[in-house]
């Protein structure tokens, strides 16, 4: 166990450009991810919480080196992995070796899995390109051993299905055998339990939390459920996070952020999730419904728009991040010495 990160990122962005093909001079940049400095650490649980198009997901696969930033680094064990990608970094990592160990579990695995080929076929692919030395036995071994992990049994008869022989459940427990047979430091779920259905979303997260205490590996677990998210982080010891148009204004200890959470939308969040216990009553605690268009965010801090607690220097100036307690927060109203609060309020 080291202590410095497995995964770090600081200063993340990533910027699309969307051409218009009827004028290339109209072509407009998505904010997808600002400025987001995050570490993952050894066997640790990681969850990105928010709206549709706040930018989880890409921040997910910008950590594991599935999207290239388009500005700050994300490092891995302390070594730049896009530099490793280009043949720049003075290291003997390969890039191989960084994509072995940077694993993703996709939403839709129906569609990630061959469906003209067998799973014994699916699964041994990975093996034969890391291990190639393995023989036909010694990876069937494997993979009739980890299907038999996750509850498909027997191993032998789930391993000559076609994936369309397979459930939702099924498909997904696949993903995760896949993701697995590589020893991975990370895995991705990006939205992993989303398809599911209601009664099979927590087996699936506690077959994760077991696998993860056999093969000692983090999660960084992307949803857009506060409740999904609660659960998989308060159980496995881990922190949640809160993103709103590309920034991560919250994140600590999954319990602090449900039961005491400090900035105002992670508030929201929590007010609009049914099945937390702590819900609150009445009207929705923000001023708007509509979210900003992120090619246009706003000005200062991006959440006023909405925010029932703004006043005039939130639309100014972004806040920095503060500490409280174990908790990181992008919010004026963490520093008591701060103008904010003899700032007028907003009132359009």
Not at 14 to 32: G, I, P, S
Not at 66 to 72: E, I, M
Not at 178 to 192: G, T
Not at 283 to 312: L, Q, W, Y
């Amino acid at each position: 166990m080291s202590s410095d990160p497995l995964v770090s990122l600081e200063g993340v962005e990533v910027h699309f450009t969307e051409e218009n093909f009827l004028d290339f001079d109209a072509a407009e940049t998505v904010h997808a991810v600002d400025g987001v400095s995050l570490d993952i650490e050894e066997n640790d649980i990681v969850s990105l919480v928010g709206e549709s198009g706040c930018g989880k997901t890409t921040l997910g696969k910008t950590a594991i080196g599935l999207q290239r930033p388009t500005g700050g680094t994300v490092a891995y064990r302390g070594e730049d992995i896009w530099a490793i990608r280009d043949g720049d970094a003075n290291t003997d990592t390969e890039w191989a070796d960084v994509r072995t160990s940077l694993q993703i579990i996709h939403q839709d695995p129906g569609a990630s899995l061959n469906p003209n080929r067998r799973l014994v076929s699916i699964l041994s692919e990975p093996l034969r390109q890391v291990n190639p030395e393995l023989s036909r036995s010694e990876k069937r071994g494997r993979i009739y051993s980890l299907l038999e992990r996750v509850g498909m049994n027997p191993p032998a008869d789930f391993a000559e299905r076609y994936p369309h022989q397979l459930s939702g459940g099924e498909k997904q427990r696949v993903a995760l055998c896949r993701a697995l047979l590589m020893n991975p430091d990370v895995i991705l779920a990006d939205e992993a339990i989303s398809a599911l259905d209601v009664s099979l979303r927590v087996e699936m997260m506690d077959l994760m939390l077991d696998l993860q205490d056999e093969f000692d590996t983090s999660y960084i677990f992307v949803s857009h459920d506060l409740s999904n998210a609660r659960y998989f982080s308060v159980h496995g010891g881990g922190k949640i996070g809160v993103m709103y148009l590309g920034e991560l204004v919250e994140i600590g200890p999954a319990e602090d952020v449900i039961d005491d959470p400090q900035h105002p939308y992670t508030n929201v969040l929590r007010w609009a999730t049914p099945d937390l216990t702590l819900r609150e009553t009445g009207e929705p605690p923000m001023r708007r419904i509509d979210i900003p268009d992120p090619v246009n965010p706003p000005s200062g801090c991006r959440f006023h728009t909405r925010c029932p607690k703004a006043t005039e220097v939130c639309r100014r100036e972004p806040p920095a991040d503060y500490q409280h307690g174990e908790q990181t927060v992008a919010c004026f109203r963490e520093d008591d010495a701060h103008e904010y609060w003899e700032s007028p309020e907003l009132t359009d």
